[in-house]
């Protein structure tokens, strides 16, 4: 039943995206399309809780995606009221099976002052440490998700509202998050100091929006408002928008990996849209990596506005020399062993009459283990291309990341064996390039390039420099860069 | 359940696919496969019969996707055996509801000399006519589909064996039609006389398939020998391919819409991929189009192929200015009213960065009702854009397809009623122009156009001139085009 | 899913329970509760066909039970209409798998003159013939099921009418049956010229309703008129019932196992309580086969009413001794093998406290393979019983039926390899004894006996004389009983 | 999909059922064997848990019966293990709807020193004052079912041991209840001070078994060993059973209603078989109140040994005059309104050539509400029989239970209003008849009756005298019956 891409295991994936609403008739409805505008960022499971004075806290959680499970009338009746917060998931670390619904967000708990749900995107990098402190304490947990660590750490609270044990938990936590989170009238939303998981803020009507990306306002009409600042708390209700601080200031980290991959084309970031700048990454590196060629042609879908910018600086013709099976959404279940030897053709398909003894230049977003890669280039030689380039949109990913991101583990990861050549030489193609890692600063707006001293983004995938300690790893032997390094 | 994509009310839609192999090792895994690749010809159902010396002749068939329903181990085994045809289905005249599954192809008879299975695309022009002829005479009908005319014709034949049945059926029918058919061990397939419906011819191993276009042959690794010649009928067994000819010979009437819009860009028609001739009509469209503005961006996805060759011919850039949702591949089920007046956000969103202020060339592949056009020009001016410019890769539809594809009735076409000029005042867009059937048969390489007298194609939906008499629809009502006209 | 008992294999089964309405609203819906009453004559599918002047005829037909399959609104609703007809069945010869939903009836024709839906209980013992020689002649079958041959002799009738069609049909087949059928506005019923399966007639309102057994006239509130007769076949419509006879009149040969254990024990058969018949049979059984002993106990729960009679007339106390499990309606669905193991333990438990020690007789309907007897002796011993005698209320069952009943093959049936002697040897109880067959016709009423000339009832699975030859099976190799025995 | 019976709003319901298996491979199994005999208890859901070395803790729930959810090879494997628990239940006060899931038990708890699983038969009379207490001080609740209470409670117990933290726990807990518990290796079981509710343990093998009842452990072959005393907690491992008594000693107080009806009939309590107690109430029952007539007949299937035992005193002979429907396990899903009308006919039917001009002694279990009694009378009386006479198995049910069982609001039981002779107006019978309760505690071996200083049972549910304090209940507003009364 969950749901999957064939080329999941090459790709990094995000776990999560999050969105809520407040001060609007039918709140859950609009979550389910914010979700549904995210699913995206997670589409393993989802779930929605909603809060109406009649009936109190409702909250369904499903498997599979939010079109086929928060879209009929009967279940949307079960989640009436005009506040909710809602989750979609990739699978994390959690236990997978029988129980895994469980582990499907957003939680809930029930205080003494009344109840609160919760959901959010990241990674705590201290939950180990902490649940075994709370469970010592006398906490029962209900699944094996990190998340819950806040709802307990709220139970324990002195704090006199539901906002202020929120506050008191999260100085505990470490990571890289953003919450979204409810009470019975007000809607919260929180982002790590770092701020290296992103979180906006919209209006609609008299209400207001939380969203990991600012498609998941367009598709409810909302106007995009800001976005939340990094070690900020915002807490929504009638009366409007409170921002608190409760963090000691640190300079901000974004997950430049959003710009590249994660987040939708047509979302906004740093006031210009994902879409543009992928093009300029293009651009960029066609200036970094110029080739003959007679066709600039993208992996599809995500290397393509890398492709059309790359063909636009080079002026070599842009075409989709790669045609995606528009029905591969889910993965086929349980496929037989035929089936799984097809392979990528299931998913891609070459137009060959198009390719045939033409020099192609293949633009992809990234390469992480590298197996995709390999059999797009013998799609691409089967169909009798004369030459095989790749141009790769990011540098290469040679770091797993803890912030929330799923990454094999580092020794699968092809730049973390291999050298640029060797990757060439390995995949076997006439030239390998990726963009430099400054040349992917400039693309995103830092015309400067990287400041080494200061890194204006996290970019831990890349260079391995991680802005918080991943204390959880580090326990489970993960071996950090050498400083010195 | 039946899946359906939000603008299906506004797209033409072939109705049917229909794939075929012999004479390898699990037949109906490959027929599975190469069904997924034909998934784009029909999206309601789909149907496998697969025969095995040991248990007979088996069948499945099954409402939604193929992904869905023919890949698990556990109905792949249930049909076995190294012969198997298939077919994909969108909704058609037949009966809706409990027993539609009924009218899922491909069709079984049991006759005297042994068991055959039929599939068609297409359709039959004087079913009504012989259906009520046969039932007078004693058959009872399974369903409510036109094709199983041909099921009772056979077994009423007095051909000795079951391609000679076939053959003195297919001569009772008319219309417009491909079929795949099988014995216990004889793959068949026929072209209707003009040739109307595609039907190819692969090679895998030592064994063959058919199909309804070359990109299921290349899922399953097949070698794409010819298409099966209009009026064609090939005997495929141990010892090779038999042609037939059983019909009188006529001037072939391919359709000229599959390569503007059913096929997939990846196939390949009249030695050309698709894909460039979707971005020859574009650069023709551009040619006697032209148009001064900042973007050309194609309404995702149809209208792709030719926006990038407009942007080509015109030197004006290609942008993705429209952006899809990747998790529309089946709409919503039972949406809540709130969703349904989502509409079109639901499925698009546009790149408002991107568009703002901009002058902008709207790229589709058709206008059929006009209201998916209206939305978009609505979305595209709410994001900014200065201009809107609607350029349309094939004329006006003015006419109804009754050869195996879904369209509205005349009155619901928009062209039917309104000149270009009153469609682009309609739409309220800055300027509205079609390519020119000149200009279409000129991209599908008919250097001359369109031979009057004569024409290289079926084009009835843009002429009205229909090369078979639509007996059936004259029998209910419908009015020709007059002949002075 | 299909539902099963744990002792089907040890118990001869029903095949069909058929009930049709007319001129009531709604009339489905009594068809569901009518079928819902007869559920005992057939668990595991189920079909209704109704016929309403606006929507025509509809149908729906499902694995499973009544009560799970045909309640809800959603359902009902689409089954309008004042006439309806049903049928429940067991698993039959008919094939098994993916499709045998086609093998489900109700069956419909469409014909010149209009549709017909025909339902029948029973066997057409020259079903195969007949089948041969209607493909031969063109005929299309859809289903592997006998029935279906009556639907296709109609269709080649040249009768003006449907029911002249269906008596010209009927007088072609052979076999023991009775039918129920509709046309748009017509209920007809039919018996077999011996009258083998029961058919009973009515009243309920203005309309009419025709049924198996009595006991589904009760649960609608209709009023019992009479029993069809043997040859008998109605045509009900708004002015009445007419009677026509197409058969030539033959002595009247009725199942006497429907008294002794298919029909259920409210039902009414020739005037008299079947509960009432049972409890006689064991009168007769306590007069023929007298013992001492402490308790007499039913094997629950067709053992019942004879286990009454028996404790009635020897005055011995009548105990239930063997508790049966309520919650057995459906077996477990792919048990384990542990499970599998547990056998007769999950649906009856004895009653250990009250059987130590005690001489017990215990009173069951029948000994077909002789599996469960043994379980359930070594139970009763296992719980310390002193001695156990088993009272049988029917004769040794040495002959398979074919007239629509599923019994196992001759060879497996427990008395047709050994004397009841042996057979009390090989259950290893202290006594084993079948009432007399001239004991059993005493107890339906017959007080002379058996008439040896001319029996008054069906009775071949205990004599092996059979009323219809069974030419079929004849065919596939079944030996009769010498004449000369 | 939760199951019902259509007479439950007018039966008292136990509301759970209990087993739990240590020392035998596939633990699992036994326990679903066990929770399928024990399904009498509760019939909406079920779960269970297992431990084993490889695997750890798991888990499965589920809504409906056992034979449907925890028999297939796919679930049971993810239950491996050498222990496991598990607990059948009927619906509760707890929350129903999309959650309702996470109420089913066993609930489980990660302590410091390990896991433990739990699940309950009975009711914590002070749940919601333990429960606001938990939460101020920081528990967070993943369930509304009481029995959650006893995890949190041990959680923060400082005892070293599980068994030690369950000891201090259920010392704060005040109530009626049995608790078969677990952790890694042991099982643990637990009767309240007062054994009101019943817990038995079994031997099978070298290992062990706690059940709710007797018959439980006949279907895994357990031999029974002893009830576990009031007041006493069982630790059960390899080496054997340890008993604990954490509790002050007081009389015990049995349940009752457990002989009259709860209990199945082949369970043995006190020695002796439960269904021979109610043959006994049935003598009894036939002294103190006789009356001439032709049949006694139960109202099936919880009058069938009172009524056999009322014949067999009186002589009068015992008869099936009410049939009762086999396929009625579950009720029927979303009933149209004709089916729901046909109310009682659905599940009984009158053997009306019985019972025809017969005077009628019905003997039932008890009168809940009345509206069953009422609708039997009227089939009785329709089929026409010349007289009614109720006869009840027990006294009037006058007053609600608050340890475990599901009863009507008081105002709702048919004896809180009315007396003896009201009642029998109300009905409309001809005589109408309880046992006394001096009888009935005759009838289950107190050969003296009821010593009203100190009662050998709880009845409550008769005498409105309750043993422990219901303070939930008094909190909500509930008043107990007056000490002077």
């Not at 109406?52 to 086929?68: E, I, K, T």
């Not at 970031?269 to 110029?290: D, H, Q």
Request: aromatic fraction near 8%; charged fraction near 25%; glycine fraction near 10%.
């Amino acid at each position: 039943m969950p749901p999957a891409h064939p080329f999941d295991d090459d790709k990094l994936r995000e776990e999560c995206g999050i969105f809520g609403v407040v001060g609007v008739q039918d709140a859950s409805t609009f979550v389910a399309l914010g979700l549904h505008a995210l699913q995206h960022r997670g589409q393993e499971a989802g779930g929605i809780v909603s809060h109406d004075p009649d009936h109190g806290f409702n909250q369904a959680r499903r498997f599979g995606y939010v079109r086929d499970n928060f879209t009929s009338q009967k279940i949307m009746e079960t989640l009436p009221g005009p506040i909710a917060i809602g989750h979609v998931r990739y699978s994390t670390s959690g236990s997978k099976g029988q129980t895994a619904i469980r582990d499907v967000q957003p939680f809930f708990g029930e205080f003494s002052m009344g109840g609160a749900a919760i959901a959010h995107n990241g990674n705590i990098t201290n939950a180990n440490a902490l649940r075994r402190e709370l469970i010592e304490r006398g906490s029962i947990f209900q699944s094996s998700s990190d998340s819950e660590c806040i709802i307990h750490l709220m139970a324990r609270s002195m704090g006199r509202s539901i906002p202020d044990r929120m506050e008191e938990a999260l100085r505990k936590v470490e990571g890289a998050f953003s919450v979204v989170a409810m009470t019975r009238t007000k809607l919260i939303g929180v982002r790590d100091p770092l701020g290296v998981r992103p979180l906006v803020l919209g209006k609609i009507g008299d209400g207001w929006a939380l969203s990991s990306e600012t498609c998941a306002l367009d598709i409810i009409g909302a106007e995009f408002v800001r976005e939340i600042r990094p070690g900020e708390m915002v807490v929504i209700n009638g009366s409007g928008v409170q921002s608190h601080f409760p963090f000691r200031p640190q300079p901000s980290r974004f997950c430049i990996f959003e710009h590249v991959y994660f987040s939708r084309p047509d979302s906004i970031l740093g006031g210009r849209s994902v879409y543009e700048t992928r093009e300029n990454i293009g651009r960029e590196l066609a200036k970094e990596s110029p080739v003959d060629a007679d066709l600039v042609c993208p992996v599809p879908d995500s290397g393509t506005p890398a492709a059309i910018g790359y063909s636009l600086q080079s002026g070599i013709p842009y075409a989709m020399g790669i045609i995606r099976n528009q029905y591969m959404g889910r993965t086929f279940i349980e496929p037989t062993e035929q089936i799984r030897n097809m392979g990528v053709r299931l998913k891609l398909n070459v137009n060959r009459a198009l390719i045939k003894d033409k020099r192609v230049i293949l633009v992809d977003d990234s390469v992480v283990r590298g197996t995709t890669s390999r059999k797009i280039k013998e799609m691409i030689l089967d169909a009798g291309a004369r030459e095989v380039h790749f141009r790769i949109a990011s540098p290469p990913t040679a770091w797993p990341c803890f912030y929330g991101v799923d990454t094999p583990q580092r020794e699968k990861l092809l730049a973390a064996t291999m050298s640029e050549d060797e990757m060439c030489r390995h995949l076997a193609v006439d030239s390998l390039k990726f963009i430099s890692l400054d040349g992917l600063y400039r693309a995103v707006g830092e015309a400067q390039g990287r400041n080494a001293e200061c890194p204006q983004y996290c970019d831990a995938c890349f260079s391995g420099e991680y802005p918080v300690e991943p204390a959880d790893m580090l326990e489970q032997g993960f071996e950090m860069k050498p400083a010195a390094e």
